[in-house]
């Protein structure tokens, strides 16, 4: 009973490990924002990130959210992923935090 369970334990653990392995494949090579965010466009910045930030982008706050990208009203992280990735590859954009 208790290798049996184990067992299924063990099994969880790799089924979720493939599905975060396969969320990583999806992202890699897929442009970002250059700042981690939350589902609801809230700032994440991690003071311990191994990604050095830009100096314009070193004074973001755990509490901002961005509102625009390139003048364009954004509602979440994803229509910020959006605007990043219609952007040509290089360009600079702005956003707009409050």
Do not use: H, N
Request: glycine fraction near 10%; proline fraction near 7%.
């Amino acid at each position: 009973m208790i290798r049996a369970g184990a067992c299924a334990l063990a099994l969880g653990a790799l089924a979720i490990a493939a599905v975060v392995f396969v969320d990583a494949l999806g992202r890699v090579g897929r442009p970002w924002p250059g700042f981690g965010m939350l589902p609801d466009g809230s700032v994440a910045p991690l003071a311990l990130s191994p990604l050095r930030l830009a100096d314009d982008a070193r004074s973001l706050r755990f509490d901002d959210r961005v509102v625009a990208a390139d003048g364009v009203p954004v509602a979440s992280a994803a229509e910020v992923r959006a605007a990043v990735e219609r952007a040509a590859p290089g360009t600079r954009l702005r956003y707009t935090v409050r």
